[in-house]
């Protein structure tokens, strides 16, 4: 019979697929590759591998039995764990009043959600410096209003300005996770028990909490990882030695006592935990995910005006503080960089002299704002070139991710979210250890820094992309097959025009992540090649705020731009 | 004569749950309904044909070609997905040329093959609408016009209409009716709607685990059910063990005696539709029935349910169970039913399947 024969030859639309997806992902997969592993592996090696070329776990070994490098690491978790448990508690009565009420203003807390994502870590510490400093306007306005003659706040540079720092930059992001989960947990468990006897507050014991908890473990890993791996923030408002953690001190090895091996194993320290922390946050969103699947969303909890006072006053008064603790240093650093002190007086009045020196137009001798201009032109061309790149990494990543079968593929998935799983300190310095086996100029810089970036914003732009991808029902595909389209031909007139709102999306996150970038590029760059970022930093260092604010200022503009395309997405997506 | 138009030979598939095997010839204009329980085989059908799925072997032909080695985008046959899959970025218009436009027609043409179409489905001036502007009935005949559009040889249906509600679903079937009429294509309608499958269709294909139970008239499949998994999941019905055709025979005289009755069937099975019965609750009067019956004698009446028009009895008799409509309701508790010899069919052992 010919059965056999035919058996060998049939179409195999799944197969053919699988192929097309599998051959368009691979340069992507290659990229990644080489983009992650060897700079990570370079690390590896450094860290395990002698003088004499021997492997060796000695350095290792003797790392973690040094008393100062353990109190590094108690300090990094400790500030961390302080850190996460603020930003959480902040965000639970946030989470409450947005899951449960309607009110005026709502949406602008809704907003205030994504800032952290997009908001660099050098405005956040500008931000924090004009606003709660010695000369910050807190002070400024208490000594005016009370006729002071000390500043009341006194935080900068201590423990306290680190944690109130990370709160004011991570706890949106836990507002954001947990009201809308808890936004969509269905009312009638809680009228079951309310039936059942059960008061207000039990209800909420017994009932919601026990269901919230995992997205709270999600949120709290999520800014773990962020806090362990902060670095801008500790470096500039901690300030001192007793305030060290790990990735400052992988910086001070590498790029000041010039000890790369022992800033390579303390990269593995490092990698080691940011891991585990990683996994943690998955697990917890693997348990989110399971339970949404039980609860089949059919009613939401619609939000209702509130009713009784306090609900109304406290609503009012979250969303009034939430927007001063939040956009209050924002606004600081653009009002500041607007202003200037008349000569040899204390007063202080309106000026473009900031912008002015900026953009070349007055001379700024021996202040890096001489050189701004040039450092914006960089970021930008860099962030762009960052972007695309990681668009297409992602894109054809999540491609290849959705057309497996649920429950397949979490091992490409797994490895290309790796990347967030090793803080951007040490991607710079795997970059900066390749760097030092190339000849210098400033394209190879350039190039490198455009690639750390990418490595580092490519799980982002994957992490937007691929759950929009996944809401493709599959019969689109299916009916555009028998409409007569090929399965290349159903990749770019069905796919790609559904996952617009996504791309720009990821465009804009990847963009907003390079412009901002500033711990890879740190301890990557040398002189030849400042970002905007990067001169921050230096005129923060040499305590020109006002300048820093003129180009933070900037910096904020672009981060606008990038936020209001995420939100416009958003909110048409989410009426069509 | 009838020109078959699809003929599916040996096909074989195998899966975890079941093997699918199909041997089926449909003619050039027929409609044909499958239908069956959810996973018995019924989508996957369509989807083989369509070239979505690969079978293990056979072959199928489509008006003489042989469509088994084409890939999907070369096989011309149109698909009205149950979610209908109409695309949300594109418009109505965009929709509909999405096949037009992968063939390189005209633009021209293209809008003049949509206004044909809109007007087709009762749609006029939907061009520029947006598809999540539309409600669930108008995406329907979208996702019709959508598949129509290539002009194919072939129009398969996957539950079309099993997200609309009652009344819409009874509009569109007379609408899809008509389009079939008047485009005059092949068509396969899959359903697991029995009362969708008797009145669109020209034959019905009654499905089970992969396997195809039945597949004729609707007027056989109802009247004759092949099986007793095909009577029961058709419609309502009793089950009788044969054995009780003795006690219950009436055999009048004048009447030809058709009964052929074969006393060694212990597993033999007898199954009659609850219209066939005859229901009378006046004991003390005479039975109007003069053919050859079966007439069960102080059956008591467990339940009555008023569909509007009838009522649906269960009675009891002798611990079976058997289902009657009636014009009225019965006055007293015991009833006398009574059902000809010639409306019974007949099976052969067989379990039964619930």
């Given at each position: ?108 807390i809704r907003a205030i959600c994504t800032i952290p994502f997009v908001l660099p870590s050098i405005l956040v510490v500008l931000g924090f410096v004009i606003f ?338 996944r809401k493709i029902p599959r019969s689109y595909t299916q009916a555009a097959l028998t409409l007569g389209a090929t399965v290349p031909q159903t990749f770019s ?84 | ?354």
């Amino acid at each position: 019979m010919n059965q056999k024969a035919h058996t060998a030859h049939m179409p195999d639309i799944q197969r053919d697929t699988a192929r097309f997806y599998r051959t368009m992902s691979a340069p992507a997969l290659v990229l990644l590759t080489f983009l992650f592993l060897i700079p990570v592996g370079i690390i590896l090696s450094k860290a395990f591998i002698t003088e004499g070329g021997q492997f060796s776990t000695e350095r290792l070994i003797t790392l973690i039995r040094d008393p100062y490098i353990l109190r590094v690491l108690r300090f990094t978790v400790l500030q961390a764990s302080v850190s996460t448990l603020v930003s959480v508690l902040i965000a639970l009565p946030g989470a409450y009043l947005l899951a449960n009420f309607q009110f005026r203003g709502k949406s602008i807390i809704r907003a205030i959600c994504t800032i952290p994502f997009v908001l660099p870590s050098i405005l956040v510490v500008l931000g924090f410096v004009i606003f709660y400093g010695n000369q910050g306007i807190i002070n400024t306005a208490f000594v005016k209003l009370f006729h002071l003659s000390e500043p009341p706040v006194k935080i900068l540079y201590s423990f306290k300005a680190v944690i109130l720092a990370h709160a004011f930059y991570n706890f949106p992001i836990a507002l954001g996770l947990i009201s809308s989960f808890w936004e969509q947990l269905p009312v009638r468990y809680d009228q079951a028990a309310m039936v059942m006897g059960a008061r207000k507050w039990t209800v909420f014991r017994t009932v919601t909490l026990p269901r919230l908890i995992p997205a709270i473990i999600s949120a709290a890993t999520l800014i773990f990882l962020f806090c362990f791996s902060s670095f801008v923030i500790l470096l500039v408002l901690g300030g001192g030695p007793q305030f060290t953690t790990l990735e400052v001190e992988i910086y001070r090895r590498a790029r000041m006592t010039l000890d790369i091996e022992g800033a390579a194993a303390l990269s593995l320290l490092s990698i080691g935990f940011t891991i585990l922390l990683v996994a943690l946050h998955l697990w917890s969103q693997r348990l989110l995910s399971h339970q949404e699947e039980i609860e089949q969303i059919d009613e939401r909890r619609r939000g209702r005006t509130p009713t009784s006072p306090l609900a109304t006053i406290s609503s009012i008064l979250y969303l009034v503080l939430s927007v001063i603790f939040v956009l209050g240093p924002l606004v600081g650093i653009v009002y500041r960089s607007f202003q200037a002190p008349v000569s040899r007086s204390q007063e202080m009045v309106f000026s473009f002299v900031w912008y002015r020196q900026l953009f070349g137009f007055d001379r700024a001798i021996g202040s890096p704002l001489g050189i701004a201009a040039s450092a914006l032109v960089t970021s930008i061309v860099i962030a762009a070139i960052a972007t695309v790149i990681s668009l297409f990494v992602g894109t054809l990543l999540a491609a290849r991710l959705r057309s497996k079968e649920a429950g397949k593929g979490a091992s490409i998935e797994l490895y290309a979210m790796l990347p967030m799983a090793v803080s951007s300190v040490v991607i710079g310095l795997g970059y900066y250890l390749i760097s030092s086996t190339v000849s210098h100029s400033t394209m190879v810089s350039r190039t490198l820094i455009v690639l750390a970036h990418t490595v580092i914003a490519s799980p982002f732009v994957l992490r937007s992309i691929l759950p929009e991808y996944r809401k493709i029902p599959r019969s689109y595909t299916q009916a555009a097959l028998t409409l007569g389209a090929t399965v290349p031909q159903t990749f770019s007139s069905i796919d790609l025009p559904l996952l617009r709102p996504a791309l720009a999306t990821g465009g804009a996150f990847a963009f907003a992540l390079s412009m901002g970038e500033i711990n890879a590029t740190l301890i990557l760059s040398d002189s030849s090649v400042v970002t905007v970022p990067i001169i921050m930093y230096r005129l923060i260092g040499s305590y020109n705020y006002a300048g820093a604010c003129a180009l933070g200022t900037i910096l904020i503009l672009c981060c606008a731009i990038v936020f209001a395309t995420i939100e416009r997405v958003r909110r048409s997506s989410s009426h069509a | 004569m009838h020109e078959t138009s699809l003929v599916c030979s040996h096909i074989r598939v195998s899966y975890p749950e079941f093997t699918l095997s199909l041997d089926l010839a449909v003619n050039k204009g027929e409609l044909v309904s499958i239908i069956g329980p959810s996973g018995c085989g019924k989508s996957t059908t369509l989807q083989l044909i369509t070239g979505l799925l690969t079978c293990d072997s056979g072959t199928i032909t489509l008006n003489g070609r042989d469509i088994t080695q084409q890939p999907v985008w070369e096989r011309n046959i149109g698909m009205v997905f149950q979610d209908y899959a109409l695309f949300p970025h594109l418009t109505v218009e965009k929709n509909i040329a999405y096949s037009l436009k992968l063939k390189k027609i005209g633009k021209t043409e293209q809008a003049q093959r949509v206004r044909q179409l809109l007007e087709l489905v009762g749609l006029q001036g939907f061009q520029r609408r947006k598809i999540h502007e539309l409600s669930g009935g108008e995406r329907q005949r979208i996702a019709l016009a959508r598949a129509l559009a290539s002009e194919p040889q072939l129009l398969l249906l996957d539950e079309p209409l099993s997200a609309l509600d009652a009344k819409m679903r009874r509009h569109l079937r007379k609408q899809i009716k008509h389009i079939h009429e008047a485009t005059g294509i092949t068509t396969l309608y899959v359903t697991h709607d029995q009362e969708e499958a008797l009145t669109m269709s020209d034959r019905v294909l009654v499905m089970q685990q992969g396997v195809m139970e039945q597949f004729d008239t609707p007027e056989e499949i109802y009247n004759h059910p092949a099986t007793l998994y095909a009577a029961q999941f058709m419609g309502e019905g009793t089950i009788l063990p044969h054995a009780i055709i003795p006690q219950t025979l009436v055999s009048i005289d004048k009447g030809p005696d058709t009964v052929v009755f074969r006393s060694s069937g212990e597993t033999r099975q007898i199954f009659f539709r609850p219209e066939r019965v005859i229901v009378h609750d006046n004991p003390s009067l005479a039975f109007p029935e003069f053919l050859p019956h079966l007439r069960f004698t102080e059956a008591s009446v467990l339940s009555c349910e008023y569909q509007g028009g009838r009522y649906l009895l269960t009675c009891g008799w002798h611990h079976h169970h058997i289902l009657a409509y009636s014009r009225f309701k019965p006055k007293h508790d015991q009833v006398t039913l009574g059902v000809r010899i010639n409306d019974l069919v007949e099976y052969v052992d067989e379990a039964v399947a619930r």
